[in-house]
């Protein structure tokens, strides 16, 4: 099976059974625990300010890869361990 249809296949199955809504919702609760989407929030208001002219997909493009490096290992080794734990599951059924 190819590895973008066993993506779709797990992914539906996360929706379908809550369990990417729980996850999401680790996620943000630990996230916002450390004071990450506050920081973030306040970077793109500070980069907005001094972007001229303000323009939406570059500041959009320069917070998603700084968010993307910025999220702590314990908080991304959490995660992965919940997605883990859920398709092991799912192998074993």
Avoid: C
Wanted: charged fraction near 25%.
């Amino acid at each position: 099976m190819a590895t973008d249809a066993l993506y779709s296949q797990i992914h539906k199955r996360m929706v379908e059974s809550g369990e990417w809504n729980r996850i999401y919702a680790t996620l943000a609760d630990k996230l916002n625990e450390l004071g990450w989407i506050d920081e973030l929030r306040h970077q793109g208001k500070e980069q907005a300010r001094n972007m001229h002219p303000l323009q939406f997909s570059t500041l959009f493009a320069d917070l998603d890869a700084h968010a993307q490096a910025s999220v702590p290992l314990a908080v991304k080794q959490e995660i992965i361990g919940l997605i883990k734990s859920f398709v092991e599951k799912q192998l074993d059924a």
